[in-house]
Nanobody
Framework: QVQLVESGGGSVQAGGSLRLSCAAS????????SRWFRQAPGKEREGVAT????????SYADSVKGRFVISLDNAKNTLFLQMNSLKPEDTAIYYC?????????WGQGTQVTVSS
């Protein structure tokens, strides 16, 4: 019944920006943990940005800190990932995930490709 759907991926040049969106049905982001993951070819899946709870501050992986911003629009029940100063190493499939353990529900993923 719970569905998460990502959008906003695409191809950009190094230094560019993208904003990813994750819309949920059957689940309210504000009741639990929300997280963006990414997985690049030949690399393990990594969490890049997290909102642990409604009143907890966001956290970021060192690789994206200062460049990415996670946010939640409760009125629209949509999770966002603003990605700035993109690098080729940011190329990956990006997934949103959420739930009590921050990984109970998953989206299908959206491809982000950064060229140099």
């Amino acid at each position: 019944q719970v569905q998460l759907v990502e959008s906003g991926g695409g191809s950009v040049q190094a230094g560019g920006s993208l904003r990813l969106s994750c819309a949920a049905s059957g689940y309210r982001f504000r009741v639990g943990c929300s997280r963006w993951f990414r997985q690049a070819p030949g690399k393990e899946r990594e969490g890049v940005a997290t909102i642990p709870g409604e009143h907890w501050p966001p956290s970021y992986a060192d690789s994206v800190k200062g460049r990415f911003v996670i946010s939640l629009d409760n009125a629209k029940n949509t999770l966002f990932l603003q990605m700035n100063s993109l690098k080729p190493e940011d190329t990956a499939i990006y997934y949103c995930a959420a739930g009590p353990q921050c990984s109970d529900y998953w989206g299908q993923g959206t491809q982000v490709t950064v060229s140099s």
